[in-house]
């Protein structure tokens, strides 16, 4: 499993970029049903840990496409710089560590996603789980 930033270069380029160096490589291609999974956030992963701080202060709420009761991420701010797309400043606040953001990550169901999750985290929802069966095998 790979975790890296998207850095704003765009999802499908940075998702292109990986692909062309691991073919590169002559290394397989990514496949999580046969354990090679890249997890991609938009911008970088400080907005999965905004996101995961936000939605665990209010007891991780599980109902489908509802609307969050609290306040969701925009995946165009740099929570790493705490910078809004625009430049202004963001107000600093909690965010989850990494193995608390996996934790939750594990316990979200891709078929049913809570309302206010982040689209690039729900998309990565499906392939962590063959991910997750294949390390289980």
Do not use: C
């Not at 991609?40 to 007891?59: F, K």
Request: net charge neutral; aromatic share 8%; charged share 25%.
């Amino acid at each position: 499993m790979a975790l890296i930033d998207e850095d704003g270069q765009g999802l499908a380029a940075r998702r292109q970029r990986v692909t062309d160096e691991l073919a590169s490589l002559n290394l397989p291609a990514l496949d999580p049903s046969q354990g090679r999974l890249l997890v991609l956030p938009v911008r970088n992963v400080e907005t999965w840990m905004v996101w995961g701080a936000r939605w665990t202060t209010v007891g991780r709420p599980t109902q489908p496409r509802t609307p969050a009761t609290f306040l969701g991420v925009d995946e165009t701010h740099d929570y790493k710089r705490w910078r809004a797309r625009d430049g202004q400043l963001l107000p600093r606040e909690n965010h989850l560590d990494t193995f608390q953001l996996g934790r939750a990550i594990a316990t979200l169901n891709p078929a049913t996603p809570p309302g206010g999750l982040p689209p690039a985290l729900e998309a990565i929802l499906r392939p962590w789980g063959d991910f997750m069966d294949w390390v289980r095998r």
